[in-house]
């Protein structure tokens, strides 16, 4: 398996424009995260789903984040507009219920520069 | 409210030696898991070790094992024989319930000397 797979690694923006990370989370998961990490807050939960659907997403800082699960292969955390203190690595995660320990894949992250 | 806490923000260990970091972590669920993940200098997060609360051997994972003391609520990672790539942040985590993931300590940084 290809493992939890983030797209891109690296973005620059600046403040104002919209910004959209990708995720694809490992085949026969039925969970995925965001996750945010700064050296402030550490890591955050943003937004969690179940089988495609949101689940929880108090962790979402403003009404500018949003979330999606089209499908059980892909996700997207859009952010609009940016701001420079979402600066941060996003992170994606998936893992699989009633697994052993249900431990978190992660993706690679993405490193989000607003200037 | 589960919380993780890991008071150690850095530490140092010479190369060969062994070293603990530690972790406290405090949960009103009598069922629970506990990880340690590994974040290397090129940021991604690289699971090491679990400890189930029912477990009744500490976890080992070739050089890592972790100090599970239930009655104390701490589960620190003991790292032997510590080696220049064992350089990088180390995450203390607790598997929230159902499957909201995990929360995560503020980690501790690790430097292997040589």
């Known amino acids: 398996d290809a493992g939890v797979i983030q797209s891109p690694r690296h973005e620059v923006t600046e403040m104002g424009q919209e910004v959209t990370l990708r995720c694809k989370p490992i085949s026969g998961h039925d969970y995925l995260f965001w996750y945010r990490q700064t050296m402030m807050r550490g890591l955050e939960l943003l937004i969690y789903f179940n089988n495609n659907v949101p689940i929880d997403d108090s962790g979402m800082p403003e009404d500018r984040f949003s979330a999606k699960m089209p499908n059980a292969s892909f996700s997207t955390l859009k952010i609009q507009p940016s701001e420079p203190r979402d600066s941060a690595v996003y992170f994606c995660?998936?893992?699989?219920?009633?697994?052993?320990?249900?431990?978190?894949?992660f993706g690679s992250g993405t490193q989000l520069s607003v200037l | 409210a589960q919380k993780i806490t890991q008071t150690q923000p850095g530490m140092f260990v010479q190369e060969k030696e062994a070293v603990t970091l530690d972790c406290t972590y405090d949960t009103s669920d009598q069922s629970y898991g506990l990880f340690w993940y590994k974040q290397p200098s090129s940021g991604e997060m690289i699971f090491l070790i679990y400890q189930g609360s029912y477990d009744e051997q500490n976890a080992t994972e070739g050089r890592y094992s972790l100090n599970f003391q239930k009655a104390r609520k701490s589960a620190n990672l003991v790292i032997s024989a510590s080696q220049l790539g064992d350089s990088a942040m180390y995450f203390c985590?607790?598997?929230?319930?159902?499957?909201?993931?995990?929360?995560f300590g503020t980690g501790t940084k690790l430097q292997v000397i040589p």
């Open positions: 985590a607790m598997r929230e319930p159902l499957g909201r993931g995990n929360t």
């Open positions: 995660a998936s893992s699989q219920r009633g697994a052993t320990n249900e431990k978190l894949f």
